[in-house]
């Protein structure tokens, strides 16, 4: 597996009906999401840190192959210096082990308030993960990380340390006109998208727009870098965010069709597999 592909969430009762069989129980969600797609975000661990019995049954729940890119808990990034928190970290990583070759990369989002003046600080945690029992990725907000000298410096950091930085796609909701469906999400920060590989991997966050069609011009810009840093031996995860989350599962899915189209070595997507109730076509 080179190419991951999936959503933020795996349990949405909207999803009913479309991603899910009609009459699907809650606690199938992510049985039959990870039948369809090949990671999540797993937005779940931000808020609160799961015991080891519901960390076991997600990994009996998926099949092989599947992977959690979980999130570092919110009470870990966000009490403004980072290295404090590593005891805490390393603690959340070992419960974290019992889903077993189901865990992929986890990552740190840092808030906006965490600027590089806090660089020294950002090293010492990193420097102290355990790498070997899980890759990291890093997303940072503070718009002063995207600006020389501070931005090739976070960069080269990254890359001596084999940490992934996050790319978060916010383009389709900032660059498309007012629209109340997309209000709650314009609060993710607008940051510039600069694609870098840092690691082995790449994590790339899209802020999809609800409609399919205002998607398109950066999804096939994406088609172009996917395609390139799978040439080159990167693994990459994708994940697709939506204000209105019903619109996630089926903008990943079209996403995987135009790489495919493209003829792109990806591995197929579950989803396509199943015998699915007829949909509306892909618009494109």
Request: net charge neutral.
């Amino acid at each position: 597996m080179n190419f991951y592909i999936g959503c933020a969430i795996w349990a949405y009762k909207g999803w009913v009906g479309d991603l899910f069989p009609v009459k699907s129980r809650s606690s199938d969600y992510l049985n039959l999401y990870s039948r369809r797609f090949t990671t999540v975000e797993g937005n779940t661990t931000f808020y609160s840190i799961p015991d080891s019995e519901t960390v076991s049954r997600w990994a009996a729940e998926t099949p092989p192959g599947f992977k959690f890119c979980l999130k570092l808990p919110k009470t870990l990034t966000h009490n403004h210096l980072l290295k404090p928190s590593l005891p805490g970290a390393l603690k959340f990583l070992e419960q974290m082990q019992g889903l077993g070759d189901r865990l992929g990369s986890m990552f740190a989002q840092l808030p906006p308030s965490y600027s590089p003046a806090n660089f020294d600080d950002l090293a010492s945690f990193l420097e102290g993960w355990a790498r070997n029992k899980s890759p990291l990725a890093v997303e940072v907000r503070h718009l002063d990380w995207f600006k020389e000298p501070h931005n090739s410096r976070l960069n080269a950091m990254l890359k001596d340390l084999n940490v992934g930085r996050v790319l978060l796609d916010t383009r389709p909701i900032y660059n498309a006109p007012d629209d109340p469906q997309i209000g709650s999400e314009r609060r993710k920060p607008n940051v510039p998208l600069q694609p870098i590989v840092t690691a082995p991997f790449s994590l790339i966050r899209f802020i999809s727009h609800p409609n399919l069609e205002m998607n398109q011009v950066y999804l096939e810009e994406w088609v172009k870098i996917v395609d390139r840093w799978l040439k080159q031996g990167t693994t990459v995860y994708f994940f697709v965010h939506c204000p209105v989350e019903e619109r996630s599962p089926q903008t990943a899915r079209h996403f995987q069709h135009l790489l495919q189209k493209q003829n792109i070595s990806i591995p197929p997507l579950p989803w396509d597999s199943l015998e699915q109730t007829p949909t509306q076509l892909d618009l494109f």
